[in-house]
């Protein structure tokens, strides 16, 4: 009984803990993609120019993968 009781506690830990988790993932705002027409890489709308500066001069947008 003693193993049950526990094993009930344990489950019941769990519920929560995976409750919790999608209500943290739930609360990220979601990112925008969209397709680089060239390559095919995905890419979030709205990223700094940096890093679309680097896609741009990257092998697999330049074709040398």
């Given amino acids: 009984q003693g193993m049950m009781k526990l094993c009930d506690q344990l489950e019941e830990e769990r519920r929560d803990l995976e409750s919790s988790k999608l209500q943290q993932q739930?609360?990220?705002p979601e990112k925008t993609m969209e397709v680089c027409q060239?390559?095919?890489a995905l890419l979030v709308v709205?990223?700094?120019q940096q890093r679309i500066d680097e896609h741009l001069m990257g092998k697999q947008h330049a074709g040398l993968c």
């Fill in 38 to 40: 060239v390559c095919g």
């Fill in 26 to 28: 739930s609360n990220e």
């Fill in 46 to 48: 709205g990223d700094v």
